[in-house]
């Protein structure tokens, strides 16, 4: 049986890569996608994935990367959805150019990517398009505007594709990643204890909602670490995460260091 196909959009060091390693650790043949390829050399070679230059923002690049795609390797099983940008500021400083390119980047380039992909599924009958989120998808923090309205955009599209591709066979399912992702930067002993979503676990998570059986398909999964994480730089983040209400009914005071889940 010949081997499936998984598309990674928006491809760097950190989840995007293990999304690859997961990919091909299944046996699938991996592309990967990101403006700068030249960053993908070595991750390529460690996957034995195909590498593809695309600005999901620009009009056409998506739908021309699934064409090189479908014409190197074939029509699409798995696309994630990985790309993203932001700028943060206070609102009345922020520059409505880096807020366009936000919105362009994060919840457009998902439009794209997504109607790209859905068209050379749909004749087939199956497939899968994933969306990577963020704490942003679900609350929006005091000066990140631009980041919550895409987050909201990519939210929002996701469960409308996922009600009339599902049926088509299909299948959407947007991430709420809702919490820091480890990086080696980071004291490592943080990483033993938990305290980051372990980017290869995210990945993990992705891929057996991937897997799932149709008459149970998953449309939304949030991930957070057990434990809460509080700024040590920060002396009120304990007293903040003492006044927290019950998940789902956060007061606007928490932020993205102390979620309150």
């Known amino acids: 049986m010949p081997a499936e196909i998984a598309v990674i959009v928006g491809v760097g060091s950190g989840l995007s890569a293990s999304l690859a390693r997961a990919a091909a650790k299944s046996g699938m043949k991996v592309a990967l996608a990101a ?6 050399t070595d991750l390529a070679k460690e996957t034995g994935a195909k590498t593809y230059a695309c600005d999901v923002a ?8 699934m064409t090189k795609v479908e014409t190197d390797l074939g029509i699409p099983h798995l696309v994630v959805f990985n790309a993203g940008y ?14 366009e390119k936000t919105l362009l980047v994060s919840a457009y380039g998902g439009f794209l990517t997504g109607q790209a992909a859905a068209k050379r599924m749909a004749p087939r009958g199956s497939g899968a398009i994933f969306f990577t989120g963020a704490s942003a998808s679900v609350k929006a923090y005091a000066q990140s505007a631009p980041f919550a309205m895409a987050k909201f955009a990519l939210r929002g ?10 049926p088509k066979g299909i299948h959407i399912a947007h991430f709420v990643i809702d919490g820091g992702i480890f990086s080696e ?3 490592k002993e943080e990483k033993a204890a938990d305290k980051w979503l372990d980017p290869d676990a995210i990945a993990q998570t992705y891929m057996d909602t991937y897997r799932q059986q149709r008459s149970a398909w998953s449309t939304e999964i949030e991930l ?4 809460k994480i509080s700024s040590s730089k920060d002396p009120r983040a304990t007293a903040r ?14 932020s993205w260091q102390n979620p309150c889940a």
């Open 241 to 254: 995460g003492r006044r927290c209400r019950p998940r789902f009914h956060r007061p606007s005071s928490c």
């Open 185 to 187: 930067r980071y004291p």
């Open 86 to 99: 932001r700028t943060r500021g206070p609102f009345l400083d922020l520059d409505p150019k880096e807020v």
């Open 157 to 166: 599209l996701a469960q409308s594709m996922a009600r009339e591709l599902q």
């Open 35 to 40: 403006r700068q390829v030249e960053k993908l």
């Open 224 to 227: 957070r670490p057990w434990v």
């Open 58 to 65: 620009a009009e056409g690049q998506a739908e021309s990367l």
